[in-house]
């Protein structure tokens, strides 16, 4: 994959997970879920920015990472993911798809959350992010849709894909076009297959 010298990790948190307090909204996001096993649904979603040589620790998973929780706001801030409680799916890109994606982030870094986009996702009346700039707001968003974005604006995913979809389904979608990645370095590890 020549040019692909850049690495974004997808970064998921499960319903049953230790890291997410016991709340009507994450069961609500596990309800909503659909899933195909009885593994429990990932609700929530992060993009992670590595960039080449850094942010891989023995336990954590580092880097520049954007989001946005319930009724918050869109971060983009340095942040440590714990292998035990975050599952990763990791995509190379060149260094013009990073930078475009670290831009797109940046820019909209502070807007707010979509709550009505979180609890409509499935509807076709759900209203998108920047249907706000309408009523003269900035864009909102919710975790996935931020994820998607982003995605869409460092032509990694098409523009045709739903920037509404919720976590698990986001999940299922780049399952088949990342990595599996424990977050772990693989420089000096030595593999051996018995």
């Not at 707010?112 to 609890?119: A, M, T, V």
């Not at 523009?159 to 000096?188: I, N, Q, W, Y």
Request: a negative charge; hydrophobic letters at 35%.
């Amino acid at each position: 994959m020549k040019g692909m010298t850049h690495k974004i990790m997808l970064c998921f948190v499960r319903s049953d997970s230790d890291i997410l307090e016991a709340s009507w909204l994450n069961r609500a996001a596990a309800a909503m879920a659909s899933t195909d096993d009885d593994a429990p649904p990932y609700i929530h979603a992060e993009l992670l920015f590595v960039p080449p040589g850094t942010g891989e620790g023995r336990d954590t998973v580092a880097g520049k990472a954007c989001s946005v929780l319930y009724s918050g706001k869109v971060h983009l801030e340095q942040k440590r993911f714990s292998r035990k409680e975050w599952f990763f799916r990791s995509m190379q890109c060149s260094k013009s798809q990073y930078d475009s994606m670290m831009e797109f982030c940046t820019e909209h870094q502070g807007d707010g959350f979509n709550h009505l986009g979180y609890f409509l996702y499935w509807s076709p009346l759900r209203p998108s992010p920047m249907s706000y700039t309408y009523l003269g707001m900035s864009p909102r968003w919710y975790c996935s849709e931020i994820v998607i974005a982003a995605l869409k604006h460092g032509d990694i995913l098409s523009e045709d894909v739903s920037s509404s979809m919720h976590p698990h389904d986001l999940f299922k979608l780049v399952k088949h076009t990342s990595m599996a990645d424990c977050g772990r370095p693989m420089k000096g590890m030595e593999l051996s297959f018995v």
